[in-house]
C-alpha cells in the first residue's frame, strides 16, 4: 500500500514535469508561426497542459483489462472538465481578485469576453450533448455522436484561429537548450523550432510512461481503500493533472495577461469535452450515473453560470468564477457522506 501510494506520487510528478516541457515546446511553435494568444491559450497551451489528464484515461482503457480499469478511464474523462470548471475556475477568480486588491482597481476578470463566450458555449453544447444524449437516445447514438463531437473541435479550432486577438507578448526560452549537458550541440536560439520539436516529443514519451504507472496504482489504492475506482480517479486524479492548467492560468493572471489564462482553463474545457469524450464513447460502456452525473451536471451549471455574466454583462466579475470551489466543495462532501 505505501508502495503505490509512493508510485503514485512519483508518477504524477513525471507526468507534470513532461507537461511542462510539452507546453513550453509548442508555446515556442505558436510564437514561431506568430499565432495571437487566443491561439496559443486556447488551443496550443489549453492541449498540451490538457494531455496529463488525456493519457491517463487512454491508457487506462487501452493498456490495462478489467472494469476497473475502464472505470478509472471513465472517471478521468469525467473529471477533468469538472475540475477545470470548479476548481480551476476558482483559482483564476481568487487570483484576479488579489491582482485587483494589489493594484488598487476594480475586481474583474478582464479576459477576451468574445473569446471566452465562444469556448464556453461550445464548451456547454458539446459536454451536454455526450452526457445527455446517450441518457435520453440510448446506444445507438453513441457512433454519431462521438463523429459530431471530433467535427465539432476541427470547427471550433477554425473559429478560433480565424478570430482577431492581441498578439504574444512574451514567451520563456526552451528549457532544453538550458542544460549543461547541450553545450555545444545547440548554439543558442539558432535552432529553437528543432530542439522545440524533440522536446514535445521526449515530453510526450515520459508523460506516457508516467500514465502507465500511475494508473497501476490508483487501481491498487481504490481497491485497498475500498473506493468505486470511477470515482476515486474523477476525484483524485484530475486535482493533480489539472495542475499544469490551474499553475499556467494563476501564473498569467498574476501578471495581468486574463486573455491567457481564461482561454488555457475554457481552451482545455472544450478540447476534454469532445476528444477523449469520444473515446470513452466508443471504447467503454459509457454510463454515466449516479455521482458521476452529478460531477458533469455541476461543471455545466459553474461554466453556464460564467457565460451568462460573459454574455450579458461588460465586466467579468471574479466572484462568478469562484461560484466553481463552492460546488466543487458540495460535491466533495457528497461524495464523502456516501
Known amino acids: 500500500m505505501g508502495t503505490s501510494i509512493f508510485f503514485l506520487i512519483f508518477s504524477l510528478g513525471m507526468i507534470l514535469l513532461a507537461a511542462e516541457g510539452f507546453t513550453n515546446g509548442v508555446e515556442l511553435v505558436g510564437r514561431r508561426l506568430s499565432f495571437s494568444q487566443a491561439v496559443v491559450g486556447s488551443i496550443l497551451a489549453a492541449v498540451g497542459t490538457a494531455l496529463p489528464e488525456t493519457i491517463l484515461p487512454l491508457v487506462a482503457i487501452f493498456a490495462h483489462t478489467g472494469s476497473a480499469s475502464k472505470d478509472i478511464g471513465v472517471g478521468a474523462i469525467l473529471g477533468a472538465p469538472f475540475m477545470l470548471a470548479t476548481v480551476g475556475f476558482f483559482l483564476i477568480g481568487i487570483s484576479s481578485w488579489v491582482v485587483a486588491r494589489r493594484d488598487r482597481r476594480s475586481a474583474e476578470v478582464r479576459a477576451d469576453r468574445r473569446s471566452l463566450r465562444r469556448d464556453l ?28 463531437l471530433v467535427a465539432g473541435y476541427m470547427f471550433y479550432i477554425y473559429r478560433t484561429v480565424a478570430s482577431e486577438s492581441a498578439g504574444m507578448e512574451h514567451f520563456e526560452d526552451l528549457h532544453i537548450i538550458k542544460f549543461p549537458v547541450w553545450m555545444g550541440w545547440i548554439e543558442e536560439k539558432k535552432a529553437p523550432l528543432r530542439w522545440a520539436l524533440v522536446q514535445i516529443v521526449l515530453s510526450l514519451g515520459v508523460m506516457v510512461f508516467g500514465a502507465h504507472i500511475f494508473v497501476r496504482h490508483l487501481e491498487v489504492v481504490s481497491v485497498a481503500w475500498g473506493m468505486n475506482p470511477l470515482l476515486f480517479a474523477l476525484l483524485v486524479a484530475p486535482v493533480a493533472t489539472e495542475l499544469p492548467e490551474k499553475f499556467n492560468s494563476v501564473t498569467w493572471t498574476l501578471k495581468g495577461k486574463d486573455t491567457l489564462a481564461v482561454g488555457n482553463m475554457t481552451g482545455a474545457m472544450v478540447f476534454q469535452a469532445t476528444f477523449p469524450v469520444s473515446i470513452g464513447l466508443l471504447f467503454t460502456p459509457w454510463k454515466v450515473e449516479g455521482l458521476a452525473l452529478v460531477s458533469a451536471v455541476l461543471a455545466l451549471v459553474s461554466a453556464g453560470a460564467l457565460l451568462y455574466v460573459a454574455t450579458t454583462s461588460v465586466r467579468v466579475s471574479p466572484w462568478v468564477m469562484m461560484l466553481g470551489g463552492v460546488l466543487y466543495a458540495a460535491y466533495a462532501l457528497m461524495v464523502g457522506l456516501t
Not at 455526450?130 to 462521438?146: C, E, Q, S
Open 121 to 148: 458555449l461550445f464548451f456547454v453544447v458539446m459536454y451536454a450533448a455526450a452526457v445527455f444524449l446517450p441518457i435520453m437516445l440510448g446506444h445507438a447514438v453513441v457512433r454519431p455522436l462521438a463523429f459530431f
